[in-house]
């Protein structure tokens, strides 16, 4: 196993470190790089939120803890258990319905919510509430209103990946970093 000297992003964020005011573009590209890796190898993370990525000083990034992990189902599949964190995950697994690899995406939107505007999409302190919130998008507020310096193709990119239906999600992992890297003016 390799050792990495890093914090993870949720410390990195709230300490307002430089590395990642200075890395912002780079770090979201490289999570969606690593949650890329992680589908094309025929798994969903589950579990995909800040503290389970790790940032070097050099803005190097590791996707960590695979303890949920699954294999990816041909169709969505309802789990045994509801595993994941409530604030990060998906509609679909907070009621218990059967899911897919779009749960991460899904996942990936709120990380990146959170990391742009330094607010949860859909605040709550229990998963009802997170659901309730996810539910009903009348109180949404969209991360350009938080943070105007979002470009706006980085906001669309983001509000595909928190798409309430998973259908309306990106369908690939693959196609959500390229519109990311296309968003943020990387080829």
């Known amino acids: 196993m390799e050792y990495v000297e890093a914090s993870n992003l949720k410390e990195i964020y709230a300490r307002h ?10 770090i979201l590209i490289d999570m969606a790089g690593a949650l890329t890796h ?9 579990d995909f939120k800040p503290e389970n990525v ?21 169709k969505p599949k ?16 907070l009621q218990g319905e059967p899911i897919s690899h779009r749960v991460d995406i899904f996942s990936f939107g709120v990380a ?4 742009l505007t330094n607010q949860k999409p859909f605040p709550g302190e229990t998963p009802g509430e997170i659901l309730k919130k996810q539910l009903d998008r009348t109180s949404f507020v969209t991360p350009r209103e938080y943070n105007e310096d979002i470009p706006a193709n980085l906001e669309k990119v983001i509000l595909r990946c928190l798409e ?8 690939f ?7 990311l890297q296309s ?3 990387v080829s």
């Open 17 to 26: 470190d430089a590395v990642l005011l200075e890395n912002v573009a780079q």
């Open 38 to 46: 992680v589908h094309e190898n025929g798994y969903m993370h589950l």
């Open 54 to 74: 790790l940032v070097t000083q050099n803005a190097s990034v590791r996707l960590v803890d695979f303890d949920l992990a699954q294999s990816i189902p041909e």
């Open 78 to 93: 309802k789990m045994s258990k509801n595993p994941g964190t409530p604030a990060y995950m998906a509609p679909e697994q």
């Open 112 to 115: 990146a919510y959170e990391l």
């Open 164 to 171: 309430l239906e998973p259908e309306r999600r990106y369908p």
């Open 173 to 179: 992992m693959g196609v959500m970093t390229r519109e």
């Open 183 to 185: 968003a943020l003016y």
